[in-house]
């Protein structure tokens, strides 16, 4: 599991662990190291092993200079070509590669949802900031990688992932929960934005559903069924939490936020409207598909370790 560091890796490491499956970590920092660029010792790893999962890739949570974004774009590029790379040269390559993907390839749009059939790749909207064209550009060029691969006898399935909620510290639900407490998680620019996500719960179980069937190849949007305005987000997260008021926030002032946060108001004012139209005619079935649900049982396992 290449990036397995990282917020999400964390909890599908544990996961995949739980259900009985060995899990190597291949990263900078620990398990097994590795630059991100080229082959090394690591690339044993891979021959012989059942599936790779490549979730390498710099954090999108910063501000979106030009070196910020370069980084984004090489750390995933170049990772998932090498990883390309070290299951072409395998003698035994493994039966699968899971290469993480985001929703964010899909335009900003309001009227209509985009699944793996119709949805509309980004980059071109019109009345949106220029530089959102790149973050859609990395998306594009992250699959391309995959795409180019010579691995013949390994399935490719690259996962286009909505905003993943989990209690963990660090990720976007801790944001999102910590600003309602606080009454300043009310509608952001007007809050008409659609937010996607994906309850972590349902990740890890969709993951584990695309290493098990042979026949799904390709885009796979990793998102809940159910994406909904940013307003009518932030209001039922603060229905969870008891807080009754939500100041609302106009693009200046989540501009200001933004920076004092380290971020990029691109994540909070892109309207991602994706819906899992794959896994869902594969027969997944998710279980908490339904946000109020799903910030209720994330509000309740946060208050449980307080």
Not at 154 to 180: I, Q, Y
Not at 215 to 239: C, F, I, T
Not at 246 to 273: N, Q
Request: glycine residues 12%.
């Amino acid at each position: 599991m290449p990036g397995g560091t990282g917020h999400i890796g964390r909890f599908l490491g544990r996961a995949l662990v739980d259900a009985g499956h060995d899990v190597v970590v291949v990263s900078r920092s620990a398990g097994v190291r590795w630059d991100g660029r080229t082959l090394g010792a690591w690339a044993d790893e891979v021959d012989g092993c059942d599936a790779v999962i490549n979730l390498a890739g710099r954090s999108v949570s910063c501000r979106y200079s030009a070196a910020n974004l370069r980084e984004m774009m090489d750390s995933r590029v170049d990772s998932a070509r090498v990883v390309g790379a070290a299951i072409a040269r395998a003698s035994k390559p493994p039966r699968v590669w899971v290469q993480m993907s985001t929703a964010t390839i899909y335009a900003h749009r309001f009227d209509a949802p985009n699944d793996e059939a119709t949805g509309v790749i980004g980059g071109r909207e019109v009345g949106v900031p220029g530089y959102w064209a790149f973050s859609v550009e990395i998306a594009e060029k992250w699959e391309r990688a995959q795409e180019l691969a010579e691995t013949p006898d390994t399935r490719r399935v690259a996962l286009r992932t909505a905003m993943v909620m989990s209690p963990g510290r660090g990720g976007v639900f801790d944001v999102l929960s910590r600003m309602a407490r606080l009454g300043i998680g009310g509608p952001v620019a007007g809050g008409r934005q659609f937010v996607s996500w994906i309850h972590e719960r349902d990740m890890v179980r969709a993951v584990e559903f695309l290493l098990s069937r042979d026949d799904l190849v390709g885009a796979v949007n990793l998102a809940s069924p159910h994406p909904l305005p940013q307003r009518e987000l932030m209001r039922e997260l603060r229905g969870v939490v008891g807080m009754p008021v939500g100041v609302p926030a106009t693009k200046w002032m989540a501009e200001i936020g933004a920076f004092v946060m380290r971020s990029d108001t691109e994540l909070l004012l892109k309207s991602r409207r994706v819906v899992p139209g794959r896994l869902v005619e594969a027969g997944f079935s998710f279980e908490l598909p339904r946000w109020g649900d799903a910030a209720r049982e994330l509000v309740g396992r946060l208050q449980s370790v307080q």
